[in-house]
Each structure stands twice: as structure tokens, then as C-alpha cells.
């Protein structure tokens, strides 16, 4: 088979995949680049989403990651899944609002490897996974502030609070370094 044919046959794969996974949940499912695909949903859909991907194939969780929209009051949330067969990634991502940050916990369908992930966008970023029972610090077993990765969180205005020294006058010199 040339390259030609088999990156044919990829492409068809995809292709496949693409049109599966469309009608499965009723959702425009795009290709970013090659073997690279990811949908929008909305964040009460995501558990079925899930289980429709991992029965489509993509059984592995790679990770889950949150981006902070902060000026548009919201998260997006990606949950990053791999088909070791088909060897492509599908990337499935909802929106959820910054003041009452909670979905539903996709543990159900990896366990651990959500579990662990979960817990890591609960304690950087207050994301509340309903269903995880787990949900205690991960990295962070001592910390007593907001969630570090959120983009309202003043580190300055933290390490200030926490550790400050007033009885040395080298540190009054860090702060005041403007933002």
C-alpha cells in the first residue's frame, strides 16, 4: 500500500469516526488536524458524551483540563481521550459557570484516572465534580487559600498575607513592585 493510499484510508477513517460520533451525540464533531478531533456539549451531556467516546473506542483518559474564562465568567472544562486503536485523540469540552463551577464526575467510566484528574481541577480551580467522593488536595495538602490557578487570585496580595515579615525591611522592597 503507498503513503498515498494509506493516508486515504486515515482520512476515511476519521472520516468514519467524524460522522459515528456526530450522529451519536447530535453534535457537529470537528477535525482540528489530523487523528484530532473535538466537540462542544453541553456540561449536563458530558457523562453520556463520555460513554458514547470510550464505547466508540476511546478508552483511555489522558487528562482533564480547565481554562479560565474569567472575562466571560466562565470555565471550560476538556476531557482529553485517546483510542489506542484508531491512535487519535478526541477532545470533548463544556462550559461551565465561574460562580457555582460544578458537573458531574466521569469517574463512573475511569475511576482512578478521573478521580485523580478531577481532583487536580478541584483544588486549582474550585471546579466541583459531582459524584467524585474524593475530591481532597491532591498537591496542595496544606494550603489554606483560594484556588491558585484561577485568574482572580492575587499572589501577590496571598504571599503578602501568608509570609510577609514586617520586621524586615529587605521584603517591604517585593512588594512594592507594581503588577
Not at 118 to 138: D, W
Request: hydrophobic share 35%.
Amino acid at each position: 500500500m503507498s503513503v498515498v493510499e494509506k493516508e486515504k484510508n486515515n482520512l476515511d477513517k476519521e472520516e468514519k469516526i467524524v460522522t459515528a460520533l456526530s450522529k451519536k451525540l447530535n453534535k457537529k464533531v470537528n477535525i482540528q488536524r489530523k487523528k484530532r478531533l473535538w466537540v462542544s456539549i453541553e456540561p449536563k451531556e458530558i457523562v453520556d458524551a463520555c460513554s458514547i467516546a470510550y464505547d466508540m473506542g476511546f478508552e483511555h483518559l489522558s487528562t482533564i483540563s480547565v481554562t479560565d474564562w474569567i472575562e466571560k465568567n466562565n470555565f471550560e472544562i476538556a476531557y482529553h481521550l485517546w483510542s489506542y486503536k484508531e491512535k487519535m485523540l478526541l477532545t470533548i469540552k463544556t462550559r461551565i459557570n465561574r460562580e457555582n463551577p460544578t458537573i458531574s464526575s466521569v469517574t463512573s467510566l475511569w475511576s482512578k484516572n478521573a478521580e485523580l484528574c478531577e481532583r487536580e481541577c478541584h483544588e486549582f480551580y474550585g471546579v466541583i465534580f459531582e459524584g467524585n467522593v474524593n475530591l481532597t488536595p491532591l498537591m496542595l495538602e496544606d494550603w489554606t487559600g483560594p484556588p491558585p490557578f484561577r485568574k482572580d487570585f492575587d499572589w501577590r496580595k496571598y504571599v503578602q498575607q501568608e509570609y510577609y515579615d514586617e520586621s524586615n525591611p529587605r521584603e517591604d522592597i517585593y512588594f512594592e513592585v507594581k503588577k
